[in-house]
């Protein structure tokens, strides 16, 4: 589809009274893609929960770092397995979803901030396909991805993101994909390890901030103490939800989808305007 035709299909959503959500998703651990678990579970809920079917997805991923800007334009993206040292059958798994050139090229025109490079050979990486495969098992939603320009301060991203809030009104499911706790070095691999109390305080501190809509407080976490020392010791992970944060509005509320600490160290909560 050309960029004539996904403007024709989505003219009819710019004056639409409800936007598609926005969501935040905290994908974690790899295995996710492949087991059956309450959060995997949770995922499949809330896929058939989003109230349209949407005509493109666009994600935006802790695994997709660049210098500057990139938009994902490959009209058949591959799938990634950018980790090593799980089980053979996660590396088999295909995402075959279609790409969305058009939409993508929109999005990159709607940004002025900043310089957009089109990207051709990323792909869909495991922030996006461990959490699309149970959203949407059938792979049938085109999916493309925005990166994330790992050289900006966190300020940059929360209004960059707000700059695509018209994909909103054509259908664009927009998602953040990281975690709000992500460290890494105290990670204890159980499926029933004892959550760390600092990262559950961190959790339920950018909790409250959600619900209170403080979201200046998150963009700004680096004042918010110890605990988000210890939950944010890179950005990586946690700048996808600035962007989820920059696309909501001021009359939605914020519906937590998920709550959960895995591996000590990991926060999953996710969330969507609701």
């Known amino acids: 589809m050309d960029l004539q035709g996904f403007h024709h299909i989505t003219s009819d959503l710019k004056t639409a009274e409800k936007a598609m959500p926005v969501m935040f998703i905290g994908h974690g651990n790899p295995m996710n893609g492949i087991s059956d678990n309450a959060f995997t579970r949770a995922l499949t809920q809330m896929g058939q929960q989003v109230p349209d079917k949407p005509r493109a997805i666009l994600v935006i991923s802790a695994h997709w ?3 500057g800007t990139h938009v994902l334009v490959a009209p058949q993206p591959q799938t990634i397995h950018d980790f090593g040292g799980f089980p053979e059958a996660l590396y088999q798994v295909q995402y075959p979803a279609p790409g969305a050139p058009a939409a993508a090229r929109e999005t990159k025109n709607l940004i002025t901030s900043a310089k957009v490079v089109e990207d051709e050979q990323w792909g869909l990486d495991h922030g996006a396909w461990t959490v699309l495969k149970h959203m949407y098992p059938l792979a049938d939603i085109p999916v493309y991805q925005l990166s ?42 159980s499926d029933n390890a004892k959550p760390f109390d600092w990262a559950i305080s961190f959790d339920q501190l950018v909790k409250e901030k959600l619900e209170q809509k403080a979201f200046n407080d998150l963009v700004n976490y680096h004042t918010m103490g110890t605990a988000a020392q210890l939950s944010i010791p890179t950005n990586d992970h946690y700048l996808p939800m600035l962007y989820t944060l920059g696309l909501v509005n001021k009359n939605e509320e914020i519906q937590f989808t998920y709550e959960e600490i895995q591996n000590g160290s990991i926060s999953m909560r996710c969330f969507r305007t609701a």
Do not use: C, W
């Open 65 to 67: 770092l660049t210098k």
């Open 148 to 189: 994330i320009d790992y050289h900006q301060p966190p300020e940059y991203h929360f209004k960059l993101a707000a700059e695509l809030q018209a994909l909103r009104h054509k259908g664009v499911l927009i998602m953040g994909s990281g975690n709000i706790v992500h460290n890494l070095r105290q990670i204890v691999f």
